[in-house]
């Protein structure tokens, strides 16, 4: 009886491909995760964030007077009601970068939201892409969920924005965001604008099929990739546990240490293998590899980066803020029109 183990050649065509298939998975993942924007969007450290005049913003010349008055005296109203504060903004394009970055950067650069609760709320729309995000702070991410903030961009801003009534979406939408605000803190509801409320309430709310297409491009890649890995690893295990004798998957390895191996001595081993179907038995003496030193120290690793709590670097000005400081939570939601 041999005690000599045979090895697998690792290098066998198989292997390869299986890795190869899981780094094109990942990649893919990424690339959807991402988007062809952010695989080519700017470092945050290049945008110079425009300075803001007042809660309601519009760089692009695009909302009339009426509505920057009326969306303004809301905001204003919610901030002396419950200390929220809600940003308003409307932009050309992103520069190349991501929605997400941009309302996070723009979040942080203003400091909207009151520094000791951040409880700041950003509605941010480009044009040039079409894309919009309600980003929120720590201090409202139970108030302002993920999924209300969805449904205020897809069921009220998002059909205004589709009619061209981007006055109508940007006041429903400031509207809708107060008022869950206000029904946290018990009080009444401010009405939404009437003409656009009557069309979003005869309209029907069409199947978000993006929205699906969006989960199923996230889930699917790693689903197959579970599939691939869970195929290899059952084959891996019935191979090793099939009796060369009956050749039942019935198959008990036991493995007993006889000497450990050390930094420059190999060690021992015992391999019992044991079919419970057939009686079937193999024991063989295998040799532990010697340990091998890891060259890695701990304590020589140093960090390339360094935070401050109390300072941005997303390119602001000194200019000063009528914001109270606060933080964005990464809650929130985006969509398009």
């Not at 000497?259 to 079919?275: K, L």
Request: net charge positive.
């Amino acid at each position: 009886m041999s005690g000599k183990i045979k090895h697998q050649d690792k290098n066998k065509p198989g292997k390869k491909l299986f890795l190869l298939f899981m780094l094109i998975l990942i990649f893919v993942q990424l690339f959807l995760l991402l988007g062809p924007a952010g695989c080519r969007s700017n470092s945050i450290d290049s945008i110079k964030f425009p300075e803001h005049d007042g809660y309601v913003n519009d760089y692009t010349q695009t909302l009339s007077a009426d509505t920057i008055r009326k969306t303004e005296s809301l905001v204003t109203e919610l901030r002396q009601q419950t200390s929220c504060e809600l940003a308003i903004v409307m932009i050309n394009d992103l520069e190349g970068m991501t929605i997400e970055k941009y309302a996070s950067g723009l979040f942080s650069a203003w400091g909207i939201g009151k520094k000791e609760s951040d409880n700041g709320v950003l509605l941010l729309v480009a044009l040039k892409e079409k894309k919009l995000r309600i980003e929120v702070g720590y201090g409202l991410e139970e108030t302002v969920t993920d999924l209300k903030a969805k449904d205020i961009i897809e069921n009220i801003i998002a059909p205004e924005f589709k009619a061209n009534d981007y006055d109508g979406g940007i006041y429903n939408g400031a509207t809708a965001i107060a008022n869950i605000i206000y029904e946290k803190n018990g009080i009444a509801a401010v009405a939404y604008e009437e003409n656009s409320k009557n069309r979003q309430n005869n309209e029907p709310v069409a199947f978000p099929y993006i929205t699906l297409i969006v989960i199923l491009a996230n889930i699917l890649p790693w689903l197959t990739l579970g599939i691939v890995f869970g195929s290899f690893m059952l084959k891996k295990y019935i191979k090793k546990h099939r009796c060369p004798k009956c050749g039942h998957i019935s198959l008990d390895i036991k493995t007993k240490i006889l000497s450990n191996p050390s930094y420059e001595y190999s060690g021992r081993a015992e391999v019992d293998e044991f079919c419970r179907k057939c009686g079937y038995r193999h024991v063989a003496t295998i040799t532990l590899p010697i340990l091998l030193k890891n060259s890695y120290s701990g304590s020589s690793y140093s960090s390339g980066h360094s935070f401050s709590s109390g300072s941005s670097s997303f390119g602001s000005s000194s200019h000063s803020s009528s914001f109270g400081g606060g933080s964005s939570g990464g809650g929130g939601a985006s969509g398009s029109w």
